[in-house]
């Protein structure tokens, strides 16, 4: 029987790190894969491929030139849904290769088919129905396994009209209408960029609020440029059924007795862990009701040689994350070192246009009764911004009273997930409202918005 140092279940962003980060230590590392090709949900249904889309689609429809041309401006007429694919499949094709190459070149074992615990020690992999399965055992286990769509029994999904956000990457056709079931990051990222298609769309959304965990100046602006281009909210709305009518239309029900007539449903309120096929019980361990397990703060299950990361230890369930716990986990289970928490970290959402966010709220802040100050920027004020001509974006900090550091740092429009890293570097390291004032950044830039931004908080502090 083989036998590992750490041996990983899932090859997403959080398996592969824990295992790459293994390697490295010189330790004996395998990843066991049930798909085809490594790089998980994100190379094959999410983060990659709807960035992808996102960048296909502004480009095509000449978005980021229409403050200039103006709205009917296109780079390319009839858009269709292969034009969006083609580059899809060269992005991801050369994804998954440096993948490939990045595990072999660590000397990261790759075992395919599904695995599931014999005991504590051991895995067994089943590569496909006729195979014969073999077991694996290993001194550290990390589950990296993820997340699939949320797909609730009174949803008719088909693949065609109803779809779940795996599926709306095959989609044959694209339509004149959509309507997006569910208002967190996916379903808003993918809603805005069919509407940069010029597809009419709607959201329905259960809370009063979309993404609530963002800033609520932030989340004001980004709702008034959504309305601005048409797009339909239905907030405080929840849906009780959705069926196509003989027309071939599709028919969202909604509980309050609204109704959304569209040619497209996209559901995409929230995801479920995969750990149903994991038999949980041999090592004592169970699941939340939406497949999700619990880890301290080193990642440790509550078997302590068990590691659980990525999205399927829930929130905040990105990429970026899950690669940074992945190392963590890997680094806590065989050096003797120890590892800080994870707590400061950007949140990006590639929606049109982008948000992204470090550090706090004004409404945390408030809550917690920190007293701030809050600086803001336009980046219409920017040189850059009239050369790209932007009418969106802004930048917003939040200063702390007491001693003039950074507590937070806002933005949506154009850039504003490269555009956080500055904010968030300054916060991580203490800065203050002087090191912008005193700071020379680079002319014509959307950084200078910070500079602006810091003007504005310091004006009002002088007041
Ligand atoms: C539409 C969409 C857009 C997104 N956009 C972003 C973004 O812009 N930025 C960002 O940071 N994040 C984004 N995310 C989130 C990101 O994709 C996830 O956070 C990330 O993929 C989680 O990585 P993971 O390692 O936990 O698991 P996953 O990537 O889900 O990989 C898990 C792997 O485990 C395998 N597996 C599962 N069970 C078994 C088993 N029993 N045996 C063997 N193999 C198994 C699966 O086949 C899969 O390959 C997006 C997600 C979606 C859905």
């Known amino acids: 029987m083989q036998h590992y140092d750490l041996l990983v279940i899932g090859s997403g962003p959080s398996g592969q790190r824990a295992a790459v980060q293994a390697a490295k230590l010189g330790r004996r590392a395998a990843v066991v894969e049930r798909k085809r090709v490594v790089g998980g949900n994100?190379?094959?249904?999410?983060?990659?491929?709807?960035?992808?889309?996102?960048?296909?689609?502004?480009?095509?429809?000449?978005?980021?030139?229409?403050?200039?041309?103006?709205?009917?401006?296109?780079?390319?007429?009839?858009?269709?849904?292969?034009?969006?694919?083609?580059?899809?499949?060269?992005?991801?094709?050369?994804?998954?290769e440096v993948m490939q190459h990045q595990l072999m070149r660590n000397g990261v074992e790759v075992i395919r088919g599904q695995a599931h615990f014999v005991d504590p020690h051991t895995v067994r992999v089943t590569e496909s129905k006729d195979a014969e399965p073999v077991d694996y055992t290993a001194d550290y286990i990390?589950?990296?396994?993820?997340?699939?769509?949320?797909?609730?029994?009174?949803?008719?999904?088909?693949?065609?009209k109803i779809m779940d956000s795996d599926q709306i990457l095959k989609m044959q056709k694209l339509p004149r209408t959509m309507a997006v079931i569910g208002g967190g990051v996916i379903g808003i990222e993918y809603a805005t960029i069919f509407s940069a298609l010029d597809i009419a769309v709607t959201v329905v959304e259960a809370r009063e609020q979309l993404l609530d965990f963002v800033d609520a100046e932030i989340i004001e602006e980004f709702q008034h440029h959504m309305r601005d281009r048409g797009m339909v909210m239905r907030l405080g709305e929840s849906v009780s059924d959705v069926r196509e009518d003989k027309d071939g239309k599709v028919i969202v029900q909604l509980a309050s007795g609204r109704r959304v007539v569209t040619d497209l449903a996209l559901f995409a309120a929230g995801r479920q862990g995969n750990t149903d096929m994991l038999q949980l019980d041999k090592v004592d361990l169970e699941a939340d009701k939406r497949g999700r397990l619990e880890v301290n703060e080193h990642f440790q299950t509550a078997a302590p040689h068990i590691y659980a990361v990525?999205?399927?230890?829930?929130?905040?369930?990105?990429?970026?994350?899950?690669?940074?716990?992945?190392?963590?986990?890997?680094?806590?289970?065989?050096?003797?070192?120890?590892?800080?928490?994870?707590?400061?970290?950007?949140?990006?959402i590639y929606s049109v246009p982008e948000i992204s966010m470090a550090g706090r709220t004004e409404q945390e802040l408030k809550k917690a009764g920190i007293p701030f100050e809050s600086g803001v920027a336009r980046f219409r004020e920017t040189a850059r911004g009239q050369i790209l001509g932007l009418e969106q974006g802004m930048l917003k900090m939040l200063f702390s009273l007491e001693d003039r550091t950074l507590l937070g740092v806002h933005v949506v429009g154009e850039g504003a997930t490269e555009l956080v890293h500055i904010g968030h570097a300054v916060m991580e390291l203490k800065g203050t409202l002087e090191y912008f004032i005193e700071s020379v950044f680079n002319y014509p830039t959307l950084a200078e918005a910070y500079k602006v931004a810091a003007l504005d908080a310091w004006n009002r502090l002088s007041r």
Do not use: C
Request: proline residues 5%; glycine residues 8%.
């Open 42 to 96: 994100a190379v094959h249904t999410g983060t990659i491929p709807s960035k992808t889309l996102r960048e296909t689609v502004l480009n095509l429809s000449g978005w980021r030139e229409r403050g200039f041309y103006g709205k009917a401006y296109r780079v390319k007429k009839d858009i269709t849904v292969d034009d969006l694919k083609e580059r899809l499949e060269m992005t991801l094709k050369h994804e998954i």
């Open 142 to 160: 990390v589950v990296a396994v993820g997340t699939r769509p949320h797909r609730p029994s009174n949803i008719p999904f088909d693949g065609r």
């Open 310 to 348: 990525g999205d399927v230890i829930g929130f905040p369930a990105l990429a970026s994350t899950s690669m940074e716990q992945g190392r963590r986990a890997a680094r806590h289970a065989l050096t003797e070192e120890t590892v800080k928490r994870l707590e400061n970290f950007p949140i990006g």
